[in-house]
């Protein structure tokens, strides 16, 4: 890591994630350690947007114009990259492969140079992240192959392929995700989770700051008022503690119920009222939870959607002495 990175990371107070400065501070002292982490937490807690914040702080740097990334030697062709350009992203798939991370052969080049020639090797993603950052989205959905695979870069900045005698660089920085309530999920290896460190990322600290965060982030109409946004992230927030939730919803649902809604009400050429927020609700919120399975068999997700919401408003009303 430069030096400059470092002054740029104790600087920073990664402005683009409201609040969670508990989290932030983990990272900033993992990154200074030179740690490889994973970040784990529900969707839409911005695990992505975190590790992108980190991409910009890595400044600038020459590097050799080709797929390796290498810090350039005489005569070898460079161009200057940016620390967004250094951010390679991978997701995490049980059909992803070690060829798809790490490269493979040719098979044109090969007849032209020989199969076991370094002209015929196309390299991966992993190389292309040499002196950046390979961003491994959903970690724990690769295969525990793919997981060996990344077991000797993690360890020792290098990367040896197949038949080849050479050893070839991969020096990055490791950022991984990974969402715990994710059951369609790889089991990962003790020895390949040794090599990180987890910062566990969770849903906005307050009420306030998540409206602040669907505020900055909904696409919305211009008559769709703070109220209307305080009380959609209200409702999806009392989801999260519900007795009958067994997977709640997160940040994303709060900004598609105000979109929807914003949407809605300007089909009908009015400003956002709750009702209009009611005739979204269960299109929006539906699929985004999971009910216990003592809940599930007596009631459809879309009836306890509809129910919990009227009884929610009703409360609101109540709350703010009959206005809405």
Same mark, same amino acid.
């Given at each position: 890591?430069?030096?400059?990175?470092? /002054?740029?990371? #104790?600087?920073?107070?990664?402005?683009? +994630?409201?609040?969670?400065?508990?989290?932030?501070?983990?990272? /900033?002292?993992? #990154?200074?350690?030179?740690?490889?982490? +994973?970040?784990?937490?529900?969707?839409?807690?911005?695990?992505?947007?975190?590790?992108?914040?980190?991409?910009?702080?890595?400044?600038d740097v020459e590097l050799s114009d080709d797929a390796f990334r290498t810090v350039p030697v005489q005569n070898q062709k460079t161009r200057v990259f940016t620390g967004e350009q250094r951010f390679i992203r991978v997701q995490g798939s049980p059909d992803l492969t070690s060829e798809d991370l790490l490269g493979d052969i040719d098979p044109i080049k090969a007849l032209e140079f020989g199969p076991t020639s370094i002209e015929a090797f196309s390299p991966g993603k992993i190389f292309r992240a040499n002196n950046g950052i390979l961003f491994f989205d959903e970690v724990n959905r690769c295969s525990s192959k793919l997981q060996n695979a990344l077991l000797q870069a993690l360890q020792e900045k290098i990367v040896t392929i197949g038949s080849y005698d050479v050893d070839f660089s991969a020096d990055f920085l490791f950022i991984g995700t990974m969402n715990p309530s994710d059951n369609s999920t790889?089991?990962?290896?003790?020895?390949?989770?040794?090599?990180?460190?987890?910062?566990?990322?969770?849903?906005?600290?307050?009420?306030?700051?998540?409206?602040?965060?669907?505020?900055?982030?909904?696409h919305i109409s211009s008559h769709t008022d703070k109220d209307i946004i305080r009380f959609c992230v209200r409702?999806?927030?009392?989801?999260?503690?519900?007795?009958?939730?067994?997977e709640a919803p997160g940040v994303r649902a709060s900004i598609g119920l105000v979109e929807r809604a914003s949407a809605f009400a300007r089909i009908h050429s009015r400003s956002t009222e709750t009702k209009d927020v009611f005739s979204v609700v269960e299109s929006v919120l539906a699929h985004r939870l999971r009910l216990k399975p003592s809940v599930r068999y007596n009631m459809t997700t879309e009836e306890f959607v509809r129910g919990i919401f009227e009884r929610f408003l009703q409360q609101e009303k109540r709350r703010l002495g009959g206005e809405g």
């Open positions: 890591m430069q030096e400059e990175f470092f /002054k740029r990371l #104790l600087n920073t107070t990664f402005a683009e +994630i409201v609040g969670q400065q508990h989290v932030k501070n983990q990272v /900033k002292s993992a #990154l200074l350690a030179k740690r490889n982490i +994973i970040f784990v937490g529900p969707p839409g807690v911005g695990k992505t947007t975190l590790a992108r914040s980190i991409a910009a702080l890595l400044g790889e089991e990962l290896s003790s020895v390949f989770l040794d090599r990180f460190d987890l910062i566990y990322l969770t849903y906005p600290e307050s009420e306030d700051d998540e409206t602040d965060i669907v505020s900055a982030q909904a409702f999806v927030r009392s989801l999260r503690s519900h007795e009958h939730v067994e």
